[in-house]
């Protein structure tokens, strides 16, 4: 029986803040892969990128100095990073951060 297909891939994701103290690399190469019925839990100390990881995921990173530059988020197939922000903005609102693939 073929393996099904997973929900999210994160694949490679980047996001950095620049400052004028020089750049800041919050994410920097994240991957994981989880399935339908799969619990995920990010764990890390203080600052290690947990949060920027889930805003970058649903495009609520905070502009204009965070920008994710690189790397995937699949969800069914369908890039994320590829959704308008302000699309992804109002699913966040709506408290479903997956609309933006249903709307």
Known sequence: MPEPSPLLVVDDLKTYFF????ITKAVDGVSFTLHAGETL???GESGS???VTCLSL???VPEPAGRIVGGRVLFEGDDLLRKTRPR???CAASRS???CKIR
């Open 49 to 51: 990128g947990k949060s």
């Open 97 to 99: 951060p997956w609309c």
């Open 19 to 22: 400052t004028r103290r020089g």
């Open 41 to 43: 839990a990010l764990v």
């Open 58 to 60: 649903v495009r609520l």
């Open 88 to 90: 992804c903005a109002a």
